[in-house]
């Protein structure tokens, strides 16, 4: 019989490319996972990797086990779904995986809701980009991504992954406070652009986003910061050192500090869930969609008119 554990280092590796990425996604060295490997080559009784290079890749048995090898993956974990569905209680352990802003905001409510219904089930959760949570979500290393898309900056869909749509984010153009300002949001956006901007870092969607309306507006911004913690960003345009764009949920529910002017076309960004199908009605994580579905209401946490009313989580 094959070794479950060995199927998965196979698994993992046609998706994350490297032993190395491998043994950091399962916390094994990079030998131990090498000697599985060889060990389930002599399991099947043929060669499933070849050297390339430095790196290896899959035989073509190789591919035909690894598609054997996530059946075999997505019906275990069925079986743990089955099981939990019929227990009375809510119980187990959601790895959630989240962007910041969702954290500040939303986390909190949800899980207090969670902590008084369900007090024997345990949220892990991890700060991490959506780029890197979606594929810890389908690798097994998180059951459920808290993620955002911008507008017309779809995210890739995995087959193997569902999405639950929490909520509309607005998007406004931050100034500090006192500054004069436009009434139309064309000119007032047209007129930072002499202005000293702080974005988020190359190669994340809300930089890509962020630098694009600019363009479409006619100007290239002229970034002086490139800072992930949308609380620097605050700091830094409170201070006068910047302008900004700022989604409404990273007030976490209270009043807004700074100087906020609409932007044209009033943009919203889509706050969504991903968990993979096969456990996705999981008691565990469902229970945790219905608390996260309640903190995006706009009775919950986040500034009313800022999201859009979530939709029912089944």
């Known amino acids: 019989m094959l070794d479950v554990n060995r199927l998965r280092m196979l698994v993992e590796l046609s998706r994350r490319g490297t032993l190395s990425a491998v043994a950091d996604a399962l916390s094994y060295s990079k030998a131990t996972v090498s000697q599985q490997l060889a060990a389930l080559e002599r399991e099947v009784g043929v060669p499933l990797l070849r050297r390339v290079g430095r790196g290896v890749q899959l035989t073509p048995q190789g591919d035909v086990l690894v598609a054997e090898a996530v059946g075999v993956l997505d019906r275990l974990e069925h079986a743990r779904v089955a099981v939990a569905e019929s227990l009375a209680e809510v119980t187990g352990t959601v790895r959630v995986a989240v962007f910041q802003t969702a954290a500040h905001a939303l986390l909190p409510p949800a899980l207090l809701a969670l902590q008084a219904q369900h007090p024997s089930l345990r949220v892990d959760v991890t700060e991490c980009d959506p780029e890197t949570g979606l594929v810890g979500v389908a690798g097994r290393d998180f059951d459920l991504m808290l993620a955002e898309q911008y507008p017309g900056h779809s995210r890739p869909i995995t087959p193997d992954l569902d999405r639950v749509m929490l909520a509309h984010d607005a998007i406004a153009l931050a100034l500090p406070p006192g500054v004069p300002r436009e009434v139309d949001p064309l000119a007032a956006l047209r007129s930072t652009s002499d202005e000293p901007w702080v974005l988020e870092p190359q190669g994340t969607a809300s930089r890509a986003w ?80 219905r608390a996260l579905a309640d903190a995006a209401s706009p009775a919950g946490s986040v500034p009313a008119g800022s999201l859009g009313k979530p939709p029912e989580v089944p």
């Open 210 to 289: 962020a630098e694009q309306l600019c363009r479409s507006a006619g100007f290239e911004p002229d970034v002086h910061f490139e800072v992930a913690d949308l609380t620097t960003h605050i700091r830094l345009i409170r201070a006068g050192l910047a302008v900004g764009l700022l989604p409404g949920l990273v007030w976490a529910g209270d009043a807004p500090t700074l100087d906020l002017v609409p932007l044209p076309g009033a943009p919203r960004r889509e706050i969504f869930s991903a968990a993979r199908r096969v456990s996705a009605a999981s008691p565990a994580i469902r229970a945790v969609r």
